[in-house]
Nanobody, 124 residues
Framework: QVQLMESGGGLAQAGGSLRLSCVDS????????MAWFRQAPGQEREFVAS????????YYADSVKGRFTISRDNTKNTLYLQMNSLDLDDTAVYFC?????????????????WGHGTQVTVSS
């Protein structure tokens, strides 16, 4: 079973960058598809990106394509989200999640395990 913990959130200026990490303290990280979601105040949780077990195949939401990069290091049980060219609309709590199927626009109900989230705030 995966036990996920995000880090790396914080305050960034518009146009800046942040890198999020998500560490799995369990022993089955490489057997899961991994994903990032985000949730802004008053809004539903939305898909950001997902990544296959090997890390070879990423999927991105249109809103972040070309700006965000999802990656993983299975030797370190860690998932990453490199976020560049941040804008105000990227402000949200970011969650990592583990599941069985990678793809676009995953439904949060399809994911098996979640971290507690890390706040990202982008200022002008």
């Amino acid at each position: 079973q995966v036990q996920l913990m995000e880090s790396g959130g914080g305050l960034a200026q518009a146009g800046g960058s942040l890198r999020l990490s998500c560490v799995d303290s369990g022993r089955t990280f490489s057997s899961y598809v991994m994903a990032w979601f985000r949730q802004a105040p008053g809004q539903e949780r939305e898909f950001v990106a997902s990544l296959s077990r090997s890390g070879a195949t990423p999927y991105y939401a249109d809103s972040v394509k070309g700006r965000f990069t999802i990656s993983r290091d299975n030797t370190k049980n860690t998932l990453y989200l490199q976020m560049n060219s941040l804008d105000l609309d990227d402000t949200a709590v970011y969650f990592c999640a583990a599941g069985r199927h990678a793809g676009y626009n995953l439904d949060p109900n399809e994911l098996d395990s979640w971290g507690h989230g890390t706040q990202v705030t982008v200022s002008s």
